[in-house]
């Protein structure tokens, strides 16, 4: 559960390289593969809040080799080191007791992470490098979500980490209505589906379009938005034009860009302000 704060804190944890194992794989709509990490190295992991995130290290697909993290004095050595594959995941759940990391991933055969989850089975290992830290948010009279399926699993994280009397207005963009989950939500939290129906991830503004519509609260609301960072610019504008303060009233994080491999989402949105 996030702590219960009066303002907006970031807390930093030290940097531990890992090497973990898939426990269970799960494919849980036709384009999302759920996997759980386990084994001995996961101990002292920490996740506290929705959008944490690790970097795991993948092998290579065609040779094997898999370069895996190198930590020293709270630093990773190699992350530009010949035959290094990583990609950025928020974390879906995490519990301690369980020794459970959970990790979705969007299945698809442009990424070594697609592709590495598409053929994932217990037993396979990857190197899992953080969470680097964590953002803890104080509580809110209402909660605004807008997702696409790279930022799906945080925003999932959050509704089922909220109280379960929490005010809650979110907004899922996905391929088609196949790829709709299950959530566990607060009663009374309005969760809208939509479809791109054919057209390519990051091409549309249904987001947008949803936000254009909702009413928000005067006060006391946040809105946290995840997706493609070029299509969540004009979103990022709308809420400025309401009068919404970023980091007091709401976060947009570009998870992804197209035609970008590894998007360093920190740079992304310092490059759009």
């Not at 030290?14 to 990490?37: G, Q, S, Y």
């Not at 929490?166 to 809208?192: C, K, M, N, Y």
């Amino acid at each position: 559960m996030t702590a219960a704060v009066s303002e907006r804190t970031v807390e930093m944890y030290p940097l531990k390289p890992r090497v973990l194992e898939a426990v269970n794989v799960e494919r849980i709509t036709p384009r999302m593969v759920r996997v759980d990490f386990g084994g001995p190295d996961i101990a002292g992991l920490r996740s506290d809040n929705f959008a944490d995130h690790v970097k795991l290290w993948f092998p290579d697909p065609d040779t094997g080799e898999h370069v895996l993290p190198v930590v020293e004095d709270d630093r990773c050595l190699n992350f530009r080191a010949p035959g290094v594959i990583y990609r950025d995941y928020t974390v879906r759940r995490f519990d301690a007791e369980a020794g459970l990391l959970t990790i979705d991933f969007v299945v698809h055969d442009h990424g070594p992470g697609g592709r590495w989850a598409a053929a994932a089975k217990p037993g396979d290992r990857l190197g899992v490098l953080g969470p680097r830290g964590t953002v803890y948010y104080p509580d809110y009279s209402h909660y605004v979500l807008l997702a696409d399926e790279t930022a799906l699993p945080a925003a999932a994280r959050r509704i089922e980490e909220l109280p379960r009397d929490a005010s809650v207005t979110a907004f899922f963009e996905v391929a088609d209505a196949a790829e709709e989950q299950e959530l566990d939500a607060p009663r009374g939290a309005e969760i809208t589906w939509l479809h791109r129906n054919g057209a390519a991830p990051g091409t549309t503004d249904l987001l947008l379009r949803a936000l254009e519509k909702a009413e928000l609260p005067a006060e006391g609301v946040f809105v946290w938005v995840g997706g493609e960072a070029d299509a969540l610019k004009p979103i990022r504008r709308l809420l400025k034009e309401r009068g919404l303060v970023r980091g007091r009233d709401f976060e947009v994080d570009g998870y992804w860009r197209r035609g970008v491999s590894n998007l360093d989402h920190h740079a992304a949105d310092e490059d759009d302000e």
